[in-house]
């Protein structure tokens, strides 16, 4: 499975654009990249995922160059209740028995 | 989107005992559940992974005796931690895959404390 790498925090304010970049230099061909939210005490939860060229959905969009080798979460205008952490994986959804392995992620904390 | 729950949230017991943690996936069929163990301000770590009506295959370092994981059918796959110690307390989080589907859907998680 490829390796992620994430910056480990991020701040910024309310009502400013977040972007989280994320490095898979090694990513496979099969492989989608997803990422996940977390808060404290609970569960990952889904936030967008992507094979190329640009997502979005009604949270965030998800910026991915021709080459995949890196990708960029963007949250528009955060809230305080972005703050959380925010992991980046990559696995192929061929493989439904495949789990997804994750990296440190990134902490970002949103003030007002 | 499909939901997956877990039974405990939380659950204290005593060093020694056991304690069992069941992953239900609510709305959909999943042949293999992952379960992930996260330590505070760690990221989840996986500990096996739960093939219904086989046997489960740990990760490097899990003890297969100390963390029974059975997966008796398509939506249900339980955790016992045996003889659980104090260093035995952490975030157990289980997952699954939807097989029609791309998205790992995530259970909430159990908070185990063994004292």
């Known amino acids: 499975l490829a390796k992620t790498t994430q910056p480990i925090s991020m701040d910024s304010y309310e009502g400013q654009e977040v972007n989280i970049t994320c490095s898979h230099n090694?990513?496979?061909?099969?492989?989608?990249i997803t990422w996940y939210q977390q808060f404290p005490s609970q569960g990952p939860r889904f936030i967008i995922q992507?094979?190329?060229t640009k997502v979005t959905n009604e949270v965030a969009s998800l910026f991915i160059p021709a080459d995949r080798k890196s990708s960029t979460l963007s949250l528009p205008r955060v809230s305080l209740s972005d703050t959380a952490v925010y992991y980046c994986?990559?696995?192929?959804?061929?493989?439904?028995?495949?789990?997804?392995?994750f990296g440190k992620g990134t902490t970002l904390s949103v003030s007002s | 989107g499909a939901v997956v729950s877990q039974h405990p949230s939380w659950v204290i017991c005593k060093s020694g005992t056991s304690v069992k943690i069941e992953c239900r996936s609510l709305?959909?069929?999943?042949?293999?559940m992952f379960w992930y163990r996260q330590f505070p301000k760690q990221s989840l770590m996986l500990m096996a992974t739960s093939n219904e009506g086989s046997k489960a295959t740990y990760e490097q370092g899990v003890e297969k005796d100390k963390f029974l994981i059975n997966h008796a059918s398509l939506t249900l796959s339980t955790l016992t931690v045996t003889s659980a110690h104090p260093e035995d307390s952490s975030f157990y989080i289980c997952?699954?895959?939807?097989?029609?589907?791309?998205?790992?859907?995530f259970g909430p998680g159990t908070r185990l404390t063994v004292t």
């Open positions: 994986l990559v696995g192929s959804t061929n493989q439904a028995g495949t789990a997804l392995i």
């Open positions: 997952s699954a895959r939807d097989l029609g589907g791309n998205e790992q859907y």
């Open positions: 992507g094979y190329k």
């Open positions: 709305d959909f069929q999943a042949t293999t």
């Open positions: 090694n990513i496979a061909t099969n492989d989608y």
